[in-house]
């Protein structure tokens, strides 16, 4: 039987926006975890999706703001010693001010990679923030002209961590040069906190 065809690289960057890539993947696995997701067309809360779910203490709405970032495999030596995936995309450091304190406000950050042969391109990398901690990992980022640079990244050898890198360059990782970030990955209990 023949290997299906896999697009390549420049027709898939072609085929459509990654941010609806991003929002497909996150509306299946909120879906999975029993809420109801539901779209948003007019984005000027920055709400991409409402998600609803009943308890048995009533109906329980979250706000969500997805983003999309592709992960590619590290380059340089001494990224490749310490990681092995990595993703970056530009942050404003006030991007969430409006909504800091809404306590049923969540970004979900979606991370891909082009799929293989053996692999899919998706590989349940979900990280589920509520929106006042990931205002402190934007300005944890790098600061780089007026925006911060967020990079996450997987640890080499570790599928399972994924740090922020804090710093542009370093030999291990430390408090310093990076933000444990690996909670949020499919953080999906963080959406029912303080629900009894």
């Given at each position: 039987?023949a ?23 996150a ?11 539901y ?20 109906r ?9 970032g ?31 304190d ?26 589920i ?7 402190r ?42 933000l444990d970030?690996t909670a949020y ?12």
């Amino acid at each position: 039987m023949a290997e299906p065809e896999l697009l390549a690289a420049d027709m898939r960057s072609k085929a459509g926006h990654y941010e609806v890539l991003g929002e497909t993947y996150a509306k299946f696995e909120f879906f999975e975890k029993g809420w109801n997701p539901y779209s948003r067309f007019l984005d000027v809360d920055k709400v991409d999706l409402i998600l609803r779910r009943r308890t048995a203490t009533g109906r329980h709405y979250r706000e969500i703001q997805v983003k999309f970032g592709k992960l590619y495999p590290v380059g340089p030596e001494w990224e490749r010693r310490l990681f092995d995936f990595t993703s970056w995309r530009f942050f404003k450091e006030d991007e969430f001010a409006a909504q800091i304190d809404q306590k049923d406000f969540f970004i979900a950050y979606v991370l891909s990679r082009d799929p293989t042969p053996d692999k899919p391109a998706y590989q349940g990398d979900i990280f589920i923030f509520p929106v006042r901690d990931f205002d402190r990992v934007i300005r944890c980022g790098i600061p780089s002209k007026g925006q911060r640079k967020i990079y996450l990244s997987r640890l080499y050898g570790e599928a399972e961590r994924w740090v922020l890198r804090r710093a542009t360059r370093f030999d291990e990782i430390t408090e310093d040069t990076c933000l444990d970030v690996t909670a949020y990955r499919r953080n999906f209990d963080a959406l029912l906190a303080g629900v009894s």
